[in-house]
């Protein structure tokens, strides 16, 4: 018994040697305890140098002769080490195991085995090999017949080749390599040289800011105007194919439904690749789409390639908020922000009025879609040419490439290379939080607000119509100016936003330079009473005996209430779910393309039961009901962000 012990605590020291790359722990403790051991190293270390990583402990049969000095320790020092090769070259069999942090401990290599494996006795001696944590106690277990032994081994590989067959996908053996366990040291991570690297985004001149952001703005432009430019051809469409007004209308609600689901796929990619591939890829294939439309031969076609080139055409929706954050300061970022919201909500506007004209032409709804491509198409062209990537960790990744060539040392990597990036991490971010995120009074609410007057806004594209060409007779060309009153509305909600970045960055820095989403809200509480307001002018005075200018007003006014929440509800969003900001603007982005999708459905057919003054009164109603939004936040807004589990980095700073 006590030389059984004494084999034990050998080889549990050896185990410990062995996850210790330490040879010199176990062979200094062999000196007083007993041989068979050393074979168990020479093995374990042997398979270690050709299999690093892995772990194979042997059981080997004790033996009574303790090691004494002199010739005669060493002669059966030499004899028992040899007989432990001779039993492991005979009827060795193992099972080696890989050691792995995050998913344990998994069999990852096969077993080999001697089926003649006995001794002069008859006896079968049967060598068992399991890793650090399978019973540290085994020892030789002895079967009385070869065939109980043979039994006892088709019982045993069986069991191991189920193990092996029963693994998930990608739990089969790993690359190794000696250094596999040695952790990477700082100096071969690649950075920026400091704050003032020309390389940072943050470092390039204003004139190649400026270009990048009136490229992907025009980009930006490009899809959303495709969004709205094919609603003038709804008619013709409808005619064509013999179906109704509202089966029509699906070609622009399905567009925005992509709208809605792109996000969920460009945002993440663009943080994996990079933002330039995660717009421009997709965005060629959206252009490719609305040809598609263009010339297509029924209805069903025209519909699927609409889907899609909302899909693939939310790409530079999503991520050119992403952009101008990587190039702008957090004190520029307004301004430039002003200029991108101007460009998702232009698109919009400009695209009824020119699709009026073409649809109005012997060019016909088809054409709408055509220009729609071959804009697009320019865009792209001007984005391949002039645009560079701006998403600093996949900046450092081309640095540490390019350094690696040039210095020959090829451990130089950036740190988004370490990065194993998984699609749960991912869907977890953008598919799963955003949900989770509108479960929150502030997200909710917000966004709930801001889809509101987005979905406004498509509902126009059915409401303008009613009021200035059924209910005042105006052809399609002059039907669609009065969408320019919008845009007024528009560029007067810009210069009230760019007016409150003064004193947000005043705030800014009264706040040690820590963001205040409070001091974002004040451009919101004005935009939301004119809101409300211009849609009872614009209702009330849709008569054909009042002049047109009224309900041109109505437009103004709705366009600076629209454009005020639409762009402050962004920035509160973004101030206020610092970490997970990204999954914020992704709700937020989700939810209002489900209200403009769904609100040109009803819109026609509201207006022409209800009427025009009465209809938009519902919806002023409505707005009405809304306007506490901003101002409670304004007032309750920190006590909310701190009690929110999302929320209170933005007032701790944790």
């Not at 303790?66 to 040899?82: A, C, F, H, M, W």
């Not at 925005?256 to 965005?283: D, Q, T």
């Amino acid at each position: 018994m006590r030389a059984m012990r004494k084999h034990d605590e050998a080889r549990q020291l050896l185990k410990e040697s062995v996850l210790n790359h330490d040879k010199s722990l176990f062979t200094g403790h062999l000196k007083d305890n007993w041989i068979h051991p050393v074979a168990h190293f020479e093995m374990a270390a042997n398979l270690w140098m050709e299999r690093p990583g892995y772990i194979a402990v042997h059981d080997a049969p004790a033996t009574e002769g303790k090691i004494t000095n002199g010739e005669e320790g060493t002669q059966l020092e030499r004899k028992q080490v040899q007989e432990c090769k001779e039993y492991l070259e005979k009827a060795a069999r193992w099972e080696s195991y890989e050691l792995d942090a995050r998913i344990g401990l998994k069999v990852t290599a096969a077993m080999e085995a001697v089926r003649n494996s006995l001794d002069d006795d008859g006896n079968s001696l049967e060598l068992r090999h399991t890793n650090y944590d399978e019973r540290p106690n085994a020892t030789l277990e002895k079967q009385s017949t070869a065939a109980s032994a043979l039994s006892v081994f088709e019982q045993r590989a069986q069991s191991v080749v189920s193990r092996i067959r029963s693994r998930e996908p990608g739990q089969t053996a790993r690359f190794t390599h000696p250094l596999t366990h040695t952790k990477t040291s700082t100096d071969v991570i690649v950075d920026f040289d400091g704050p003032d690297d020309p390389y940072r985004p943050l470092n390039w001149s204003f004139r190649k800011k400026a270009i990048t952001t009136l490229l992907y703005g025009l980009t930006t432009m490009g899809a959303t105007w495709a969004s709205s430019i094919y609603s003038t051809g709804t008619r013709q469409v409808d005619a064509e194919f013999g179906v109704g007004e509202e089966v029509g209308t699906l070609g622009t609600a399905l567009l925005l439904f992509g709208f809605g689901l792109g996000p969920l796929v460009w945002a993440p990619l663009s943080e994996v690749y990079g933002r330039k591939p995660a717009v421009l890829a997709p965005y060629f294939i959206a252009a490719v789409f609305s040809f598609g439309t263009a010339t297509a031969k029924d209805l069903q076609t025209v519909m699927i390639t609409r889907f899609f080139t909302g899909f693939f055409g939310s790409a530079p929706v999503t991520n050119t908020g992403g952009v101008l954050s990587d190039i702008w300061t957090a004190e520029q970022r307004g301004a430039a922000i002003v200029g991108y919201a101007m460009a998702v909500v232009g698109g919009p506007v400009l695209g009824p009025i020119v699709g009026g004209a073409i649809v109005q032409s012997y060019l016909g709804w088809r054409w709408t879609e055509y220009l729609t491509g071959i804009m697009m198409m320019f865009f792209l062209a001007m984005d391949v040419l002039f645009l560079d990537e701006s998403y600093p960790p996949v900046l450092l990744v081309y640095k540490a490439q390019r350094l690696r060539f040039e210095s020959g040392n090829w451990a130089l990597h950036a740190r988004h290379e370490e990065w194993d990036v998984t699609f749960k991490e991912l869907g977890n971010k953008y598919l799963t939080r955003p949900f989770q995120l509108l479960t929150t009074p502030i997200c909710f609410l917000v966004a709930l607000y801001a889809s509101f007057v987005y979905g406004i806004i498509y509902l126009s594209l059915a409401a303008f119509p009613v009021e200035f060409q059924e209910v005042r007779g105006w052809n399609q060309v002059v039907g669609a100016l009065p969408f320019l009153g919008y845009l007024v509305g528009i560029l007067f909600g810009a210069a009230v936003n760019l007016l409150n970045q003064k004193f947000y960055v005043r705030r800014f820095k009264a706040n040690n330079n820590f963001p205040v989403p409070e001091a974002r809200l004040p451009p919101m509480m004005l935009g939301s009473v004119f809101f409300a307001a211009g849609m009872f002018v614009f209702g009330w005075t849709g008569q054909p005996d009042i002049h047109w200018i009224g309900p041109v007003i109505g437009a103004v006014m709705m366009g600076f209430g629209f454009f005020t929440i639409f762009q402050a509800a962004l920035n509160y969003l973004i101030d206020t779910f610092q970490k997970v900001s990204a999954s914020a603007v992704a709700a937020n982005t989700f939810l209002r393309s489900v209200f403009a999708g769904c609100f040109p459905l009803f819109a026609s057919i509201m207006f022409r039961k209800l009427g025009v003054p009465w209809a938009s009164s519902v919806l002023g109603f409505v707005s009405v009901a809304l306007i506490p939004i901003p101002y409670l936040f304004y007032i309750f807004g920190k006590r909310i962000r701190a009690a929110g589990k999302w929320s209170r980095a933005s007032v701790y700073g944790d």
